[in-house]
């Protein structure tokens, strides 16, 4: 069984459907790729899988648990971490408070030591800047700020939700290349993106979706050179 | 000498008004409302001491800790009951409910005690200090001793526990804190039960330093702590503290020295000044919201 099931689902914003039946699956080890325009409903399909909205109906099953029935603050424990859009980390407090509220689930010091060791490994920035009141950081640094509190956690899933939006170009290689080496220590990845062509390069599958419905899936590789994916995502004729 | 015995004067008043302030500023800071009923709290806290110790003939210790218990547990319970099914509400519907608790609160306490202020024989044990021509009541000290204590447990509070970090994350941004583990709605709920303890230790040295108490005594208090707060910059908890001590100086100082009449209506012109120099209050941020 995969380690993230959604099943037809369907979410509204008031009268309004945004999410007209989603299915897809995401297997342990995997980087899956959730490609769409703005709008598409990308950022709803992750905020319900976390809990932060309400589904009207369907189903979302994690390593055998309801989603649909566990309140968001139950979540990570679970094991899943959002790295929302926007980033939201916490502006006013330092880099070093925003990596801790990370793990506040955790009660094990020295694994969050540990953790924490990891982190700073993965980015230096964070641990030279980690006294540094998060809101002064950079857009770029902000994102890796993101990504470092989520995996303070320790998740065995990783949601991100546009990692790439509003940085440099320099950045978004950088933070793509992190991506690939947090799926190569063992996370599995749920990837939401604009920048279709990034999230493919480094995807195993993907699905498409365009106003609230999934109309392509397959193996990245295959949806790169799939010609209405190129002529819509990739900017391609 | 006049001068500073009023000064100390203010300072004494200005320290209850800086309790309940922080009430009135963790719960703006946490929960994002204006909890206009927060100053009736202090007459409950009052109304509980003072039946503790005279129908029950507790110990003082003992009548203030059960006024700060039953106190956490009301703030708790108007939370759960009247603010959280508006958590969505527009804020003017929050703030009419809020008013309605207010008023539901004296009303009950007139229901029971009736309306006329009763006497409130001090329970502070320490007699007045001299210092030279210098008279300071005990009331006087212990109200500002304690309420430099409750302002370092609860900076310490926030900065060095998890459910403090809990509680600012939570102020700056609920899904965030939520997507981190964090249980919102037990973090509000704290954050009322803290306020409302803060506020019936308020009330029970508000009760000793004025002699009295009655179901109104939270009314005026508690709108001049809320102007307090919003003079230190509210959702600062510095800014509660500040504002509260400057209050209760400009207060003392004018119902001296220029008219008890006016001392109100100068206090209330502070604010507007203050306000328009900056809008957000002395130590206040001017922060964007987000959803
Ligand atoms: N809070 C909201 N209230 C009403 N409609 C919303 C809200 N958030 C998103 N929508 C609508 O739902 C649709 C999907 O939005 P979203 O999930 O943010 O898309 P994406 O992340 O793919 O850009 C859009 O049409 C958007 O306008
Ligand atoms: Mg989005």
Redesign the pocket.
Known sequence: MAMLTVKDLKVN??M?Q?IKGVSFEVEEGEVIALI?A????????LHTVTGLLKAVSGEITFDGHNLLKTPAHKIVSLGMAHVP?GRRIFQELSVYDNLMLGAYTRKDKAGIAETLETVYTRFPRLQERKKQIAGTLSGGEQQMLAMGRALMSKPRIILMDEPSMGLSPLFVSEIFDIIEKISKSGTTVLL?EQNAKKALSIADRAYV?ETGSIVMSGKASELMNDPSVKKAYLGEA | MEFISQFINGLNVGSIYALIALGYTMVYGIAKMLNFAHGDIIMVGAYTVYVCLSSANMPAFAAVLIGIVVCSLLGMVIEKIAYKPLRKASPLAVLITAIGVSYFLQSVAQLIFGSREVSFQSIIPLGAVSIGELKISGEAVVTMAVTILIMILLTLFINKTKAGSAMLAVSEDKAAAELMGINVNRTISLTFAIGSGLAAIAGVLYACSYGFIGPYMGSMTGIKAFVAAVLGGIGSIPGAMIGGILLGIIESLSKAYISTRLSDAIVFGVLILVLVLRPSGILGKSRTEKV
């Open positions: 914003y008031g309004i945004a769409g703005n709008g598409a409903g990308k950022t709803t399909i859009e939401v979706l």
